[in-house]
């Protein structure tokens, strides 16, 4: 393991791609304790639980959510046919 630490998700952290990333290859919903893990795994480093969380909530509402939550604690990508 590096010795990379990643606090939080923003635009400068390369972790919205890395979540897109992770729903993109489960092509499924996927447990947010589930997809905080898979971005921890794949930067390398420590994020914040609560940053990946509010970044799955802040982008599955609004006029151009990209992702839809399925039930509670539950995300997936928002495929194109429903947007």
Same mark, same amino acid.
């Given at each position: 393991?590096? /010795? ?14 890395? @979540?897109?990333? @992770? %729903?993109?290859?489960?092509?499924? $919903?996927?447990?947010? &304790?589930? *997809?905080?893990? $898979? #971005? $921890?795994? @794949?930067?390398?480093?420590? @994020?914040? =639980?609560? /940053? #990946?969380?509010? +970044? %799955? *909530?802040?982008? /599955? ?5 990209? =992702? #839809?939550?399925?039930?509670?604690? +539950?995300? &997936?990508? %928002?495929?194109?046919? $429903?947007?």
């Amino acid at each position: 393991m590096g /010795s990379k630490t990643l606090n939080t998700i923003g635009p400068t952290s390369g972790g919205h791609a890395t @979540v897109m990333s @992770v %729903l993109t290859s489960a092509d499924t $919903e996927m447990r947010m &304790r589930t *997809i905080h893990a $898979e #971005v $921890e795994r @794949v930067l390398d480093g420590s @994020v914040s =639980f609560q /940053s #990946v969380a509010d +970044h %799955l *909530i802040k982008h /599955s509402k609004g006029p151009r959510p990209l =992702f #839809v939550r399925t039930r509670y604690g +539950h995300y &997936r990508l %928002l495929r194109m046919t $429903e947007r």
